[in-house]
């Protein structure tokens, strides 16, 4: 038997007729939340929110792009390094060049410059799709870059987060090490009086957690995000206690003050516009 090998279609059988029908990957998604199964055109209309329960799915990075930035506006930056292998870790060369070849990412960040109706910004944004948006060296390193060139032409940082994976495992300290870079870089970005804004999408977790996620001058969070340092069994484990139900998710650290605002993904341009108009005057990009 030779259906099992198909990597481009998936199985699926009728109950109706009890038949197995061969329909291309991709073209549905179910749910997660609800279960509800969406066709890849309403998912991107909708910009991957579930039109029956309203969760909010991973979003690529050229997805926020469309969904922030003024069409015909968006600049990338070019990459600047690329992650090597510096520990000799097990497989993690062939896992960089599986995920390079998976998504057409040098690495898990994208950076670069677009308006956001008519205010130009300075925007990263990690992909959860190249391995779990984990941080290494090249990651902290093309944020520090884009939080540099923000300072230096004062120009508003956004930062998008949806970076499951922390701090990535295969470059151990070297991966840490862009925790405290990130975060020095933004506190020189401060002190410049250039405003940062982080946005946090499900999931965020880890050493992006504790760094520069958490360091907006305010924090905007979308509904049911999943923002966390160490997971919630670990931490059940830990201290021997039952957690709240919805501990870590979006709303209930905007009730204890990590996240400022919680906003849909459809408003979220518009928020992005508001709050940029208190932080700094207009100015023409």
Same mark, same amino acid.
């Given at each position: ?6 990597e481009k ?6 109950e ?10 991709? &073209? ?6 609800c279960?509800?199964?969406l ?5 991107d209309?909708s910009f991957?929110v579930c039109?029956?329960?309203g ?9 926020r792009?469309?969904l922030l930035?003024d069409d015909g506006?968006?600049v990338?930056r070019p990459h600047?390094v690329a ?5 000799a870790?097990p497989?993690?060369?062939?896992k960089l060049?599986a995920?390079?070849a ?9 950076t670069g410059t677009g308006?956001?109706n008519? /205010?130009?910004i300075?925007?990263g944004i ?5 391995m779990?948006?984990?941080?290494g060296s /090249?990651?902290?390193?093309?944020l520090? &870059?884009?939080?540099e060139?923000?300072q230096?032409k004062r120009i ?11 701090a990535r495992?295969q ?6 090490m862009?925790?405290?870079? %990130?975060?020095?870089?933004l506190?020189?970005l401060?002190r410049?009086g250039v405003?940062?804004?982080?946005v946090l999408t499900?999931?965020?977790?880890g +050493?992006v %957690? ?5 360091l +907006? ?11 966390m340092?160490? +997971? ?5 484990? %830990? ?7 919805d501990?870590q998710?979006?709303e209930? &650290?905007?009730?204890h003050?990590?996240v400022?605002k919680?906003v849909h993904r459809h408003?979220?341009k ?5 709050l940029?108009?208190y932080?700094q005057?207009?100015v023409k990009a």
């Amino acid at each position: 038997m030779a259906w099992f090998k198909r990597e481009k279609y998936t199985i699926v059988r009728s109950e109706r007729e009890g038949k197995e029908t061969n329909i291309p990957a991709g &073209l549905f998604t179910k749910c997660e939340s609800c279960g509800e199964v969406l066709t890849a055109k309403e998912l991107d209309d909708s910009f991957r929110v579930c039109k029956k329960c309203g969760f909010h799915l991973q979003m690529g990075a050229a997805e926020r792009v469309r969904l922030l930035i003024d069409d015909g506006t968006w600049v990338e930056r070019p990459h600047s390094v690329a992650s090597g292998d510096p520990l000799a870790f097990p497989e993690y060369a062939k896992k960089l060049d599986a995920a390079r070849a998976k998504t057409g990412l040098n690495d898990a960040v994208v950076t670069g410059t677009g308006n956001v109706n008519g /205010v130009k910004i300075a925007l990263g944004i990690t992909d959860f799709s190249f391995m779990g948006g984990s941080m290494g060296s /090249v990651v902290g390193e093309e944020l520090t &870059l884009l939080i540099e060139h923000a300072q230096e032409k004062r120009i508003p940082l956004v930062l998008v987060s949806a970076s499951g994976g922390g701090a990535r495992m295969q470059e151990a300290i070297l991966s840490l090490m862009q925790m405290a870079k %990130t975060s020095a870089a933004l506190a020189r970005l401060g002190r410049a009086g250039v405003p940062y804004i982080s946005v946090l999408t499900h999931p965020t977790g880890g +050493g992006v %957690t504790a760094s520069w996620a958490i360091l +907006g001058d305010v924090n905007i969070a979308e509904p049911g995000a999943l923002i966390m340092f160490a +997971g919630a069994r670990v931490i059940e484990q %830990t201290i021997r206690q039952r957690l709240p139900k919805d501990f870590q998710r979006a709303e209930f &650290l905007q009730e204890h003050g990590v996240v400022d605002k919680v906003v849909h993904r459809h408003k979220m341009k518009a928020s992005l516009t508001q709050l940029l108009g208190y932080l700094q005057p207009r100015v023409k990009a």
